[in-house]
């Protein structure tokens, strides 16, 4: 980091954990009982600072990763400072666990960004700090800072992964990738997919050989035609690739550590009879495709400012227009998934705090036919997303997209928090957008998260069966 550039950050850091504290203390003032499933997470955390690490909340449906990082944090503190009382391990200090954590995310995006964009490091200092910025306050991610929940600390131990992998430190990353699925078993998907890029730029150089060895310029090495012949290929090469003993053992000399730790998990699985502890008839797995849809109109209305222009839907219409019998194809394929595999969960249709209820009772709701109509923002959606990776290898897109699947298919409850790490890593992804561009991605940001917090703080509600306030959040 440059000596100017490093000042900069330093006080854009400052200056972000002085509002965050801020608005913390708000919150917290609002609302100083658990609240949610706090009402699981505190009383558990609050167990292991007293040394009952043998007591467990059949509730919880997660390994207790954020509960043994909440005392060794707190532990130690609490030792220094000589604190003794209902101080220790309350509500408060509990959550402000995740203020921490929202720092070391915000660096982790800042070294991200700078080791993704290599080549325009020169010229974009202002562009790098205000991406990171903007990407810590995305509002979904943001807004769970103030509770104690699992995502500040699941997200930032599956982007320490990552960059511990962008910079070769493969025994690092797997140990990090095991903290991070201690704190949410369905990161073991973002630990493959980090084994995953290794895997794809062996894939990308076995391609670009065998295609320089047929002088094949029709199309670059590492890409090819947006067609059945071109999915063919692409299938074949990668069912040779997989089945060369000299291309796997290539593999596995680089990419062992991940092996192993996914081999750990599948013994976890097979001890514990599944992914999910505590609870499970309330997270069963199924097929539920339309939630992919969903996360490409999600991606699609977070990423506005950085990702459309009127040059790209000019290509869409250009694309639409040059392969009609696809994109038919497509939306058929969209309209069948959509109609045989739209799953509901019962908490969707119940639980009115939660704004995906909102979502789809005046969305989804208004009519049985609106979630085919639809369809066609979805193709929309989904094309945006895949074109914003066309500068991106063709194996690194493929794997990329087979762990976006495997995390949001199997999902039955629509929940914008499970889209937090599939987003940061869509949009780390992207080529680096203009200033302007990341100002007005920063202000939308800014705008949602006030408004939700307003909304949480100010819009309270009762149910009509209980006295205790109800509140409104993602």
Known sequence: MEKFEGYIFTALCSTNFLISCLLFSRVTREQREPYMDEIFHIPQAQKYCYGKFNEWDPMITTLPGLYLVSVGVIKPVVWLADLTGQVV????????????FNCGILYLLYLLICKLHLREKTRTTSRRVLSALSLSTFPVLYF???????????TFFTLFTYLMTLYGCHKASALLGVCSVLFRQTNIIWVAFCAGTLVAAKMDEAWRVEHTKKRDEKSPPSQVPLSFTGAKKVMLFTLEFLTSPSHVKAVLLVAWPYALVGVGFLAFMVLNDGIVVGDRTSHEACLNFPQLFYFFSFALFFSLPVSLCYYRAVRFLQALKKQPLFFLFVTCIFLLLVWKFTSVHKYLLADNRHFPFYVWKRLFQRHELVRFLLVPVYVFAGW??????????????????????????????????????????????????SLPRLIVEFLLYTAVNAATLYIFISKTFHWPDSTATQRFMW
């Open 89 to 100: 391990c309350s509500t408060a200090m509990l959550r402000f666990i995740n203020l921490l």
């Open 384 to 433: 945006n997303f895949l074109d914003s990776f066309k500068s991106r290898s063709l194996f690194w897109s493929l794997a990329f997209l087979a762990c976006l699947l495997a995390a949001t298919v199997p999902q039955k409850l629509l929940e914008f928090r499970y889209f937090i790490v599939p987003y940061l890593m869509y949009r780390l992804h992207m080529p680096l957008p």
């Open 144 to 154: 769970f800072n103030f509770l104690y929940y699992t995502d500040a600390g699941s």
